[in-house]
Structures are given as structure tokens and as C-alpha cells.
């Protein structure tokens, strides 16, 4: 941190809540991620739950590599799974409208927020989890998942576009941030070929994963393996609960949006209205 | 715009693309609003879809504030809907898995990115509307007045918690930056009892207008009124898929996070290490 962004922080802590520097600064040392030591998971369904059975991600990722163009990401990533148990099951997987995925596409019907692919895995551990603390452990670690690895890794078979992939790292799981960054990696533009071919890939890769984690998970071998983000816990040591501030909630990346010091610019709060 | 942001955004375009500063200046005008033009949308359902009848909004509502507690804002918002057509017209509502749709609570399982009312509502506009150019449509107007419109407005008929309800207007349809606009605008904290009876109140008004849109599109009625925000038309006019940049693409509101001159500092991308 350059001085005159900790001397403004400093400032805008005595202003803001009467507590000094230091107290600010302790606060941003928390044992964050202390409730993630790796443990496995396990499961057992409830009567609302619809049964899952384990399948093969290899399938699942093929499957999502051909489906893309029938309905873009989100009902790739879906599908992807849904009919695999419908294949092999019958009901009640064969009667799930899955064309209603659709509207998932480019961060919800284009607008760019939430990636269609982890927006469609973290609505099948809807369907398979009704277990509030557990689905948001599973969506939590593939969100982490997608927000640090880099994508695209799937290799098609028959590739729709022959292209040497670039990749990137999201660092984000809205779908601008994810596809600028991507852009920022590779050279490409946005509205190319080879873009959509990523995020056909990618959408392959996310099925993958959302495969491997579920059935890990029924053999209760499911374990958590992507920490809370740093960033995070620093950020929310003020914003979150426990913080003097309490003005938000989240695990989202902070940093691929807000730099600590230009986000107390940025955005016309208390901070930013008191340091300027 | 201050002298020296324009400034450095003129040398910023001559070094990115060899377009000078009144070509972006140009650019920052186009007619992106023409398609906007209302008019009145119809729909004629696809056999994939899932038929919709006309519902009262205000009984939406109702149920989508009921039903917060049982799992959460998007849970509500779907519930709204698909309760009232399985009670009145049984089969295929009332086999629709609704336990689901509680991932998407606190912008999917408190990870703070798409709001659960608005996604909930995207996923009926989905399961009703198998058409991408109309769905993205509604999707948009939706999205739109969720931004500009300030919330919550339900009043329920048996309050959870008696309130004077703050009202604050979102302009973003992320969970986080939409709750943080509210804690701003109402002084409450996040994590308090009066921003969870916002968020209930919130999905009630979700449901209504959900339900109101459904009702004039098949109806022959609809008519979009919430024009594409100025502030998008500008960026997108260079880093959209007309633009010398093309390196994203969306449709939300780009100023809720970035600042003209900040957006430009703040990501490390070929702007600023030029204009630095």
C-alpha cells in the first residue's frame, strides 16, 4: 500500500467508526480461513432432493461441448447432466423442462453478470443438496474453483473450431469480467469465433468439475480444496458481519473489481466523501 | 468529464486503436437507444414451453414474502409463480423440483453476484418463453427497472417486521452492490433483521412484476419502457462488438462499479499502463 492511500485509510477509520489505524489494521490479520481446513463431506438426501447418481465427467464434458450451441452455456452445463440421468433413469430427470436454462446465456440473457456455466452447476446442487450449509460449501468451492483456474482445459474430440486456446484466468465469476480477462490473455475480441469457442470449452470444463464434485460427494469423499480468497476476508473484516462497517455480504473476488485503495475512491461512500 | 481524465483518455485512444479522440468522442453518441423504440412484444409458445395463465401479481407477491423464510429471495420468487399454477391447473407445475431454486440465495449461496429475485424471475422468464430474442428481452426490461427502481415498495398485509422500510434504488443487479446501496441509503447495517425484511420485501416485488410482465406478453400487451442505460451505449461503443476494443460485453450498468476515469486506473489493462 502506497503512504497516501494508508495514511487515507487511516483517516477514514478514525472518521468513519471513531476506530484507529491499528485497530483496522488488526482486523485485517483474521484467521479467515480457518473454517476451511480441508474435511470431507458427506450426505444424505432428503425426501425433496432428486436422487443423484454417479456418472462420468468425461461424458458430462462432451456432452456440454455439444450441447453449447442448442443453448449457450448455462444449458450446456445443465444438460450436460440432466440428460446423462435421464438416459439412464427415466423420471424423473427426462420430464425436467431443461430448455428453461437457456435464459442463462451470456450472464443472464447477455447482460454479462453471472457466468451461465457455474450459474447452471450451482442450480443442479440445488436439485441434488437441499441442504442449505452443504450446497453453499459445494457452490463455494467450485466458485473458487472458476474464479483460479485456467480455462479452457477441455480437449474436444472433434473440435467445432480448430484453435490453439488461450487461457486465462478469470479471477471472477461474472461473465464480462471472466470474458475480458480472457480477452486481456489471449488477443482475441470478444464477439470472435474463437471467444465462443472458449466459452464452449469452458462450459465443458465446468460440467467436468460439477460432475467430479457430485459424485465425490455421495461417496462421501467430497472435500474442499479452494481456501476463502485473502482478499475476502481482509475486505469483509470491515464490510462483512463482524466488521465495524457491516455494508455488505459476499465471497466474490473483491480484488478483480475493487484495488484496496481506488475502490474507497470509486465508490461515493463515507471513505470516499470524508479522504478526498 | 475533468480535463485531465479527457485528456488521458484521448491519448489513451490514439495509442490503442491509432483512433484519435474525436472518433471515441463520436462514438459516444451513437443512436443505442433506437432499438429501444416501445412496442408491443407477442409471443406464441413452442411446444418445449411450459404453458403460463394469467396470475394475480398481488397474490404473487404475497406468497413470494410468505415464502422468504423457506428459502431465501429467489426460492420466493420462483415459488410465487409456479405455486399458483400448480394449485390452479396441476400438472407439469406441480412436479416442478421449487426446492432448488433456494441456491441462489444472497447472489448464490452468499457469494454476492446476481441477485436470487432477478434470477429466479430470469429462470421463469426461461421456462415460459423459449424464444432467446423475446426472453432476452424481458430479461432486460426486468434487469433494467431493477436497477432504476427504487425498493422495496410491497407493503404486506402482516408485516414480519414492522418497519419504516428505506428505500434505495440498486442500480446493479449483483446482490452485493445492491445491498450495499441500501445500507448507504437507509444507515442499517447488512447483517441486521431490517435489511432481511428489505430483501423478503424485495422478492415480493420481484414476483409482482414477474408476474405482471408475463401476464401483458401473453396477453399481446408488453411493452418494454426501461431503455438501455446511456452509460452502457457509451462504453460499449468502444469495448462492445462495434467497438476498437471489443473485449466484453453486457448490458448492466457499468457505472455502478466503474468510474469513467477510474475504470481506466483501476484494471490493469493496456489503458493504464499507457495513461499512467
Same mark, same amino acid.
Given at each position: ?5 494508508? $495514511? ?15 485497530t483496522i489494521a488488526e482486523k485485517l490479520k483474521p484467521n479467515y480461513t480457518a473454517n476451511n481446513t480441508p474435511q ?10 432428486? @436422487? ?5 465427467? @468425461? ?41 428453461? $436454462? ?34 453453499d460449501k459445494?457452490?463455494t468451492e467450485?466458485f473458487r474453483?472458476?474464479e483460479q ?34 480477452? @486481456? ?39 474442499a480444496t479452494h481456501t476463502d480468497s485473502q482478499v475476502v476476508g481482509s475486505c469483509m473484516a470491515c464490510h462483512g458481519s463482524e466488521g465495524k462497517l457491516d455494508?455488505t455480504s459476499g465471497k466474490m473476488n473483491c480484488s478483480?473489481?475493487h484495488?484496496e485503495?481506488?475502490?474507497? @475512491? ?11
Open positions: 500500500m502506497k503512504r497516501r492511500d494508508a $495514511m487515507r485509510l487511516a483517516i477514514g477509520a478514525v472518521a468513519v467508526g471513531g476506530a484507529g489505524y491499528f470431507k463431506l458427506t450426505y444424505k438426501p432428503t425426501p425433496d432432493d432428486w @436422487k443423484y447418481h454417479t456418472l462420468d465427467p @468425461k461424458k458430462s464434458a462432451e456432452i456440454a461441448y455439444q450441447e453449447y450451441s442448442n443453448g449457450s452455456c448455462m444449458y450446456a452445463t445443465f444438460k450436460a447432466i440432466i440428460t446423462q440421468l435421464a438416459e439412464q433413469y427415466g423420471q424423473p430427470y427426462a420430464s425436467y423442462p431443461i430448455h428453461m $436454462m437457456k435464459y442463462g446465456h451470456g450472464g443472464i440473457a447477455g447482460f454479462g453478470s453471472t457466468c451461465g456455466t457455474v450459474n447452471g452447476a450451482a442450480a443442479l446442487f440445488g436439485l441434488f443438496i437441499n441442504d442449505k450449509k452443504l450446497r459445494l457452490v467450485l474453483w472458476y483456474t485456467p480455462f479452457p482445459i477441455h480437449q474436444p474430440k472433434q473440435p467445432k473450431l480448430e484453435a490453439n486456446m488461450p487461457t486465462s484466468v478469470a479471477q471472477s465469476v461474472l461473465c464480462h469480467a471472466s470474458l475480458t480477462n480472457w480477452t @486481456k490473455a489471449s488477443g482475441e475480441k470478444a464477439h470472435d469465433k474463437v471467444r465462443k469457442e472458449r466459452c464452449r470449452r469452458l462450459s465443458a470444463d465446468v460440467a467436468y468439475k460439477a460432475t467430479e464434485m457430485l459424485n465425490a460427494l455421495f461417496k462421501g469423499e467430497f472435500v455494508n478483480s473489481c484495488s485503495s481506488l475502490a474507497h @475512491k470509486a465508490f461515493a461512500g463515507p471513505h470516499y466523501k470524508i479522504m478526498e
